[in-house]
């Protein structure tokens, strides 16, 4: 069974997407199989970006699918290295159901109190319902100034949890990026993409 990597919050546009999509194409780069499961029916946000990268001509980053239950998700684990699931905004039973069985559930959330204080009481209820600390992570992301970054460092160490290093900066490079099909390590900006790296 390959490994599960998990994007999920209760706040939507907190780059649950644009985290998973960057994931997505630097591990299909390394070499491993990767997977996608998108919750999102609503939008297939990722399936979408992935049929425009494909129009444009760039890498295929493996196989994307949108499915509606978690558990046709998780049952992908088993033929790839790699399952990436972008969960959709919202945390629901299903949240809970991914959380569980995923080695790594990734928390991404702006720096300010109004993202921090939703992510942490989602990883709260997550670790309650039965997911360890040691396999939830907070990611800081869209991040102005370091006073910022640094201000929401230390809310989220009294929190008790991880928080992953590094951050991602908001900046308009990256939805560009986007726009076209392309992961934020594959911007038209070198700083840029060593900075998501
Ligand atoms: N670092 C960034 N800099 C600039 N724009 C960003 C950045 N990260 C994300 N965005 C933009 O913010 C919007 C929300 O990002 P994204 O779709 O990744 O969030 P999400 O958590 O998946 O949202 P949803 O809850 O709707 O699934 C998108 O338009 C995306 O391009
Ligand atoms: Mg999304």
């Known amino acids: ?3 599960i990597i998990a994007f999920v919050s209760q706040k939507g546009g ?18 491993l199989s990767v997977k996608v499961a998108d919750l999102d029916t ?23 699918e949108v499915f509606a239950k978690a558990k046709d998700a998780i049952d992908q684990a088993d033929h790839y290295d790699l399952l990436i699931i972008d969960g ?4 629901s039973s299903a949240t809970l159901e991914i959380a569980k069985i ?9 720096a300010s109190r109004d993202d921090l204080t939703p992510a942490i009481r989602l990883a709260h209820e997550l670790q309650q319902k039965g997911t360890p600390n040691k396999d939830i992570a907070l990611a800081l992301t869209r991040v102005g100034t370091q006073s910022e970054i640094d201000d929401a460092r230390e809310f989220i160490q009294q929190s008790g949890y991880q928080v992953l290093d590094g951050e ?4 308009p ?11 934020i390590t594959e911007t038209r900006y070198k700083s840029l ?4 790296d």
């Not at 399936?47 to 493996?62: D, K, M, Q, T, V």
């Not at 959709?88 to 945390?91: F, G, L, M, N, S």
């Not at 991602?168 to 900046?171: R, S, T």
């Open 1 to 3: 069974m390959g490994k």
């Open 14 to 31: 907190v780059a649950k997407s644009t985290l998973a999509r960057g994931v997505a194409s630097e591990a299909s780069k390394s070499g």
């Open 42 to 64: 609503q939008q297939g946000t990722f399936a979408e970006w992935h049929r425009i990268r494909l129009n444009n001509s760039f890498n295929s980053i493996g196989s994307v």
């Open 88 to 91: 959709a905004a919202r945390a």
């Open 102 to 110: 995923a080695d790594l559930v990734i928390l991404p959330t702006c």
């Open 168 to 171: 991602l900066q908001e900046k």
């Open 173 to 183: 490079g990256y939805r560009q990026a986007q726009n076209d099909g392309l992961s």
């Open 193 to 196: 993409n060593e900075k998501a």
